[in-house]
């Protein structure tokens, strides 16, 4: 029980550490300008391959053009099979504002291609990217990985060694249950940190250009001429209905005033 002891306190020690580096740390998102999309990005990427991207791109086109163009996206990261490329959200509006966004996940090989195909015949009127560095949380994870499993393999030779003793043995196997929780735990987290660096994240919002001329809002108020004078009858109906028993109560009212009040007049008439 004393080398139990011994080795939970020393993983403790190294566990504390560990995650005293990990909040020492500089991992602060950092947005990028848009020419670095290119060169700058690919060089940064060779130098630290644990960066995350996340590339946001909003283009304006015409209302009939619009979904055609999130259809065509929405086709071509289904197809991109090379690259991995996941629909992650879509959203797509139609109406006197239509717009549509669609996020997806792909690997960094199919990124600028996906980009262009969202700004061709299109106007871009905003091109941003977010990186983060991971590089420290996936360090630190695949130490405490390391450190684990060294943990486990000692407890795993205190097994062997508490045959004879029950309460040891107990103890000790609990341990062992729970460093393996632990572990599995870690190795998920790694999981999910590592596809965020092997894969980019792509934000396109589309959006149709808006209509500035004279007989636009002329034209507009014609098309919803019908629908609004439907919805004002509605509303008109609405109201009498409400206000049909009111009207009861102020008639009733009205009259039980006018009998009190010729009963005033009637007694002060009196000599």
Same mark, same amino acid.
């Given at each position: 029980?004393?080398?139990?002891?011994?080795?939970g306190?020393?993983?403790?020690?190294l566990?504390?550490?560990?995650?005293?580096?990990?909040?020492?740390?500089? #991992?602060?998102?950092?947005?990028?300008?848009?020419?670095?999309?290119?060169?700058?990005?690919?060089?940064q990427? $060779?130098?630290n391959?644990?960066?995350?991207?996340?590339?946001?791109?909003s283009v304006?086109?015409e @209302?009939?053009?619009?979904?055609?163009?999130? @259809? !065509?996206?929405?086709?071509?990261?289904?197809?991109?099979r090379?690259?991995?490329?996941?629909i992650?959200e879509?959203?797509?509006?139609?109406?006197n504002?239509?717009?549509? @966004?669609?996020? /997806?996940r792909i690997?960094?090989?199919?990124?600028?291609?996906?980009?262009?195909?969202?700004?061709?015949?299109?106007?871009?009127?905003?091109?941003s990217?977010?990186?983060?560095?991971?590089?420290?949380?996936?360090?630190?994870?695949?130490?405490?990985?390391k450190?684990?499993?060294?943990? $486990?393999?000692?407890?795993?030779?205190?097994?062997?060694? =508490? @045959?004879?003793?029950?309460?040891?043995?107990?103890? /000790?196997?609990?341990?062992?249950?729970?460093t393996?929780?632990?572990l599995?735990?870690?190795?998920?987290?790694?999981? /999910?940190?590592? $596809?965020? /660096?092997?894969?980019?994240?792509? #934000?396109?919002?589309?959006?149709? *250009?808006?209509?500035?001329?004279?007989?636009?809002?002329? !034209?507009?108020?014609?098309?919803?001429?019908?629908?609004?004078?439907?919805?004002g009858?509605?509303?008109?109906? &609405? &109201?009498?209905?409400?206000?049909?028993?009111?009207l009861?109560?102020?008639?009733?009212?009205?009259?039980?005033?006018?009998?009190?009040? *010729?009963?005033?007049? =009637?007694?002060?008439?009196?000599?």
């Amino acid at each position: 029980m004393r080398k139990l002891i011994i080795l939970g306190l020393t993983y403790l020690l190294l566990a504390f550490s560990l995650s005293g580096c990990e909040y020492s740390s500089d #991992n602060k998102a950092t947005a990028s300008p848009a020419p670095m999309m290119k060169a700058g990005l690919i060089a940064q990427r $060779q130098t630290n391959p644990y960066l995350s991207y996340e590339h946001n791109l909003s283009v304006e086109l015409e @209302k009939e053009a619009l979904d055609a163009k999130y @259809k !065509t996206l929405a086709d071509h990261c289904a197809a991109d099979r090379d690259n991995n490329c996941t629909i992650l959200e879509s959203e797509l509006s139609a109406g006197n504002y239509s717009y549509g @966004k669609i996020r /997806v996940r792909i690997k960094p090989a199919g990124v600028e291609k996906f980009l262009a195909l969202a700004g061709t015949d299109s106007e871009i009127t905003n091109e941003s990217t977010t990186v983060e560095d991971l590089s420290t949380q996936i360090f630190d994870t695949e130490k405490r990985i390391k450190l684990l499993q060294s943990y $486990q393999e000692n407890l795993l030779d205190l097994q062997k060694q =508490a @045959k004879g003793d029950i309460e040891s043995l107990i103890k /000790v196997s609990q341990e062992i249950a729970n460093t393996q929780s632990q572990l599995e735990d870690l190795s998920g987290n790694n999981k /999910v940190l590592m $596809q965020r /660096v092997q894969m980019d994240i792509i #934000n396109i919002r589309l959006s149709s *250009r808006s209509e500035n001329s004279f007989w636009q809002p002329i !034209t507009t108020a014609l098309d919803e001429f019908k629908s609004n004078l439907a919805e004002g009858i509605a509303g008109a109906i &609405t &109201t009498i209905a409400y206000l049909i028993p009111w009207l009861v109560v102020l008639i009733i009212l009205f009259f039980i005033l006018r009998f009190f009040w *010729r009963k005033l007049r =009637a007694k002060s008439s009196k000599p």
